[in-house]
């Protein structure tokens, strides 16, 4: 390790922009330790400690089959097409060997060949844009390698289309479908087999992995090979990931696209019997009706009235129970038909049981709630009842931690005042070997945190003025080139219609293009101010003086009526805890220090972190948070920040 790493070593001879890195050494001897030891690590990397490298040679060197789980597809794709390709011409040189790495994402993200040929003989497409896209996709898959959506530049991200022809599981016939040779998602899985690397997502590892808990489906069912080691990259997310992937969800969408599923497939196949359409119609009418009667309200809440909900609605419950059983049935009679028709009365089946689960079961470990999303257009609305894990912990333990030789967990930001007690609480990890190391960035001289000790109470309705008064004076002083970070839209937009017209630099907002598109407009545009929220927050860089500025609104404690931190909460106090003290602030503490990543990406970058809630001067708790950050220059002097940046 130390010759690779050290000056003088392989690294300084590849790479353009080495700089010696004491912490990314350290880590990459402690991940070799823990491969060979085959014991877990949890390791903070500060920013610009060179994480991948640290952790990518040893694996390499490891000889073990080994996933790499990151947070986004974005640093997936950093593995993959630029470290993995870097480490392979630095160790193999003469071109004398290959790292056998592959990389795979969500089953949706992958062309399904034979929906494209089934649309072929009867199309089913709405309008003269849906019409051009299918050219487009049938154009290219004739000579794609990999049927990866990515590739497909010209489909625009919210296109309909690519939802009738995804691999999801859901429509997914295995080793009975005649295009199973020539199946991206089997490729994918063979080059899975025979790769040593297997990058993958959080989402990618968590789906699989419930997949193959289930006891619906064979062992054999999920996607990925059994391997000796797991990295979880940006394991900070690990918790909230792995609590929706071992929910159940039912929602009146899941319903309507199986009744549309069924309606093209035996139309397709000349089997639409009136019977069957009597079926599909009923279970439309029910589901409709069930839905438009559970409790209303914006966004995610709680759905602690069940049993008086079945009082008074169980009919329709029962209804729309017997529906889905009736189309089943139905499915079932239907003789001799193709291989698809079986797995419609799977998805019905499947659908019975977990609506059965969220309404009837009084699991103790799991919160039930309703989240309402906007529809495709014509203003309907998506209902989903979810019932989610309250404790993630005890299923992280057994069908992981317990399972794996060595996991190694590691972020910028996993230390709560440098100890890892809430991460190892609430992921179920024991025995396990812990580093934390800083970053080599210079904070003190390189960053200034400033706080105003005379704002309201962000809670207060006073605060949104002032607030919007001190961010244009902050901004006026660093000429833009700021991101502004909230902790709700209501906020975000406040501020930004406050401050628009009022300063003469350009300002953008989140929801105006898509992210990846406002970040580009960002980079590009001299002096531009980015306002945003939570997805602003993390897995987001920007080098250099075009963000200099990162100002943020208040501490970020998750918002307590949510239904899932409110039963986490609960279930704390009620066990004897602290749940303020060992959940809210911890969770709000590590959320904060990724806010605050954002600034300082490298040696040369200079600039102001702003945080307009005083309460982390004036609470007991706040001392929490200071203790936890880098070691920023302080002060709650305006007059410090304008000398900073020499405004005066």
Request: net charge negative.
């Amino acid at each position: 390790m130390y010759q690779f790493f050290a000056p003088g070593g392989v690294l300084s001879r590849m790479h353009p922009a080495y700089e010696f890195r004491r912490g990314q050494l350290q880590m990459a001897q402690a991940v070799e330790q823990a491969l060979e030891e085959k014991r877990h690590l949890i390791v903070e990397a500060g920013t610009g400690t060179g994480k991948t490298l640290a952790y990518l040679l040893p694996v390499i060197r490891s000889g073990k089959r080994v996933i790499i789980s990151t947070g986004t597809k974005n640093l997936q794709e950093q593995l993959f097409h630029k470290d993995i390709p870097f480490l392979e011409q630095a160790l193999f040189p003469n071109g004398e060997g290959k790292l056998n790495a592959c990389y795979m994402k969500g089953r949706n993200n992958y062309l399904c060949r034979k929906k494209l040929y089934d649309l072929t003989d009867q199309p089913i497409l709405s309008g003269l844009e849906e019409i051009e896209h299918y050219r487009a996709v049938a154009a290219w898959e004739k000579v794609t390698q990999t049927g990866d959506r990515a590739e497909l530049a010209s489909l625009p991200e919210a296109s309909a289309l690519w939802h009738k022809l995804d691999a999801r599981s859901d429509t997914c016939l295995g080793q009975k479908c005649s295009s199973w040779e020539r199946c991206f998602i089997t490729e994918m899985h063979r080059r899975a087999m025979e790769s040593d690397i297997i990058i993958v997502n959080h989402h990618l590892f968590f789906a699989d992995l419930a997949i193959k808990q289930s006891s619906d489906h064979a062992p054999d069912a999920g996607i990925l090979p059994e391997v000796a080691a797991v990295v979880f990259d940006e394991a900070h997310e690990l918790e909230d990931v792995a609590g929706s992937h071992f929910g159940v969800s039912v929602s009146n969408m899941r319903v309507d696209e199986l009744c549309r599923d069924v309606d093209a497939s035996l139309q397709r196949n000349k089997l639409l019997s009136v019977s069957i359409s009597g079926a599909l119609k009923s279970l439309r009418e029910h589901s409709q009706l069930f839905f438009s009667l559970l409790p209303t309200g914006d966004g995610r809440l709680a759905f602690e009235n069940r049993r008086e909900f079945l009082e008074e609605n169980g009919d329709e419950f029962l209804g729309l129970q017997q529906a889905l059983g009736r189309l089943g049935s139905e499915l079932e009679n239907l003789p001799s038909k193709p291989e698809e028709i079986f797995n419609f009365g799977r998805r019905a089946q499947e659908l019975q049981v977990q609506l059965g689960f969220i309404m009837e079961s009084e699991d103790r470990n799991t919160v039930f709630w309703i989240e309402r999303r906007g529809g495709r257009g014509r203003g309907t609305s998506n209902v989903f009842l979810q019932a989610t894990p309250i404790d993630v912990a005890p299923i992280l333990k057994a069908c992981v931690f317990e399972k794996l030789e060595c996991a190694v967990l590691t972020s910028a930001t996993l230390a709560v005042g440098g100890d890892f007690e809430y991460m190892r609480r609430r992921l179920g990890l024991e025995h396990v070997r812990e580093v934390v190391l800083q970053s080599h960035f210079d904070y003190a001289n390189q960053a200034m945190l400033y706080v105003p000790p005379d704002l309201p109470d962000p809670r207060t309705p006073q605060f949104a003025a002032r607030a919007a008064d001190r961010i244009r004076r902050l901004l006026e002083i660093t000429r833009g080139r700021a991101f502004v970070l909230f902790t709700s839209y209501a906020q975000m937009n406040d501020v930004y219609h406050r401050l628009l017209g009022e300063l003469e630099f350009p300002l953008l907002l989140q929801g105006d293009a898509p992210k990846n598109v406002l970040l580009e407009e960002f980079r590009l545009t001299p002096h531009a101010v980015l306002f945003g929220t939570s997805s602003f927050w993390q897995g987001v860089d920007v080098q250099g003086e075009q963000l200099s500025c990162v100002i943020i609104d208040r501490l970020p404690f998750a918002v307590p009526s949510d239904p899932v931190v409110a039963a986490r909460v609960r279930a704390i106090d009620a066990d004897g805890g602290n749940a303020f003290f060992q959940y809210q602030v911890p969770a709000a503490v590590i959320t904060l220090k990724q806010g605050f990543g954002r600034l300082i990406r490298s040696l040369h970058d200079r600039g102001l972190l702003a945080l307009l809630d005083n309460r982390i001067l004036k609470k007991a708790y706040g001392r929490v948070f200071l203790e936890s950050l880098p070691e920023y220059r302080r002060t709650t002097e305006m007059a410090d920040v304008e000398r900073f940046f020499g405004a005066v």
